[in-house]
């Protein structure tokens, strides 16, 4: 440690020294400080009010707690995926629901549903189907090539294949299923047709670990296929975990909430702009910050339409819009 | 850095080298040994194979015919981090876009050394920022790379292989997108590098900036290796039309630069 600080002083403010304050002290105190309050805030929230959560309260430790529990992870998993399919697509427009993997996922989960299998299968499931998605776009990707708004394209396509796929399914099944699904599809958390926290954890976890380990081999693949060679990065198998560890964590994500769209986009971009910096901070940092976005959203739907419980997922599909609009500009406007 | 052995080897030996894309033939035989601490220059018409030949060298191919030995070993046999250690490679285009500060892509260099995960030490950071300072860039090194003009990024490059370090660097086109005094102090400073012992075989374009500043030259012409050795005696008339197909002559003018004369087709 002493070496580093002798390092830093001789120097004259290598790597901005602001910077290396900012991210060394302030934004973790920050982040956990705000942590607690949103969490403390979400538990106690009614719709019409706050209250000293109760720990005695079956609503608070039944429903509540799972629910708040539900959004950080599903925020986190999200959000740290989509740092790496951006990376790994190089196109910081990559998110798991606009490039399909989300509704792969979907319709995986809701064809097991349909079979009547419930618990750990539609975790499982749903990373088989992500999985899939992601392997068929990079392959569809590369035969068609086109750069970055093809691939989009691609994504779009498959996606909409998907959701096709799953609202045949959802009209051809009894209605009961079918309206429970209906629901948790369109990201409402905490309901009771989604995978249990208990399963899906786990799965969520390894997979961000995974897309965490991956970090710097990513940073390579941005400099292009042969400098990732040159610089001795296993080009093919670091594609392939990224796959792998990002069908986990969407996932997870998919078979607790349903498809809950850019929250993948917007956390990893908006962390990219305010820090700068390599890949594997970035996914850190996504994973934090999109865990915390979507308790506060989640918060947010319970609360505008009181007593409706509004799903997350259509609150997010009016704020992203707007963002990707926002950002597209902003790049479009560098290119000139 | 090598074994004692190793130093008497020419850097590369390629035996019976070939490639082809599809059923096009884009090198066909090429039998040569590029030599270790010197300057070589690969030059040749469009469409020769001079940047196959670079990305071959740099084992970014796979599919060869023949056989590639880097300090006399097969060149596929080595593991990737082994090969990333002994070779740096910098491609003809820098990425347009790119999510990192110049620091952490210079950073990147390190990647052979420190593998996915090792975390960069002090002495990582010192490198990046010596070799920052060599490029003239070190005012920079929190600029994020699209606030990086083109020639800015040519020298990010550079200092992303002197962070690097390996022994052999292997550069494609490495003028492009530097104006006439970036170009002569890149030459410069390619010079100072071979004669630390680093060896480095560059593709050019420029005839004349091979036959200034190069020590070796391989002349290649639809994927064959034309002429090779000294750049005078290498780039003589006869070899250069042939490769042009064009009538073409290299010459030294009064002042000793050296000068293209480009003929009139008969």
Known sequence: MSTVRAFWLRRPAPFSISLALCQGLALPFLLIGGACGLVLFALGFQGDGWQWPDWRDPLIHALRLPRVLSALLVGGALAASGAALQALFRNPLADPTLIGTSSGAALAVVAVMALGIGSIGLPVAAFAGALLTTWLLLGLARLVGGGEISLLLIGLLLGSLAGAGTGILLFLSDELTLRSAMVWLSGQLGSTSGAPLLWATPIALLGIAILIALGRDLDCLLLGEDDARSLGVPVERVRIACAIGAALAVGAAVSVGGIIGFVGMMVPNACALLLGGGRRKLIVVSTVVGALFLLGMDTLARGVAYPVNLPVGLLAGFIGPVFFLWLFRLRSRRAV | MNAPHSLLLPAFQLRQLGFQAGKRNLLAQINTELPRGQFTAIVGPNGAGKSTLLKLLGGLLT????????????????????????????????????????????????????????????????????????????????????????????????????????????LDEPINHLDLKHQALLFRRLRSEVAKGRTIIAVLHDLTQAARWADHVLLLGDGQLLAQGEPTRCLEPASLSQAYQWPVRLWQNQEGHWQVAVGEAA
């Open chain 2, 63 to 170: 599919g060869h015919q023949g056989q590639i030995l880097l300090d006399g070993i097969p060149l596929s046999t080595l593991p990737l981090d082994e090969r990333a250690r002994k070779l740096g490679w910098q491609g003809q285009f820098p990425p347009n876009e790119l999510p990192l500060n110049l620091a952490d892509y210079v950073l990147l260099g390190r990647r052979p050394n420190l593998g996915s995960f090792g975390r960069a030490s002090s002495v990582d950071l010192a490198r990046v920022m010596d070799a920052l300072k060599s490029v003239e860039l070190q005012d920079r090194h929190t600029s994020p790379w699209r606030n990086l003009s083109g020639g800015e990024r040519q020298r990010a490059g550079l200092a992303r292989l002197l962070t690097q370090d390996a022994p052999i660097w292997l």
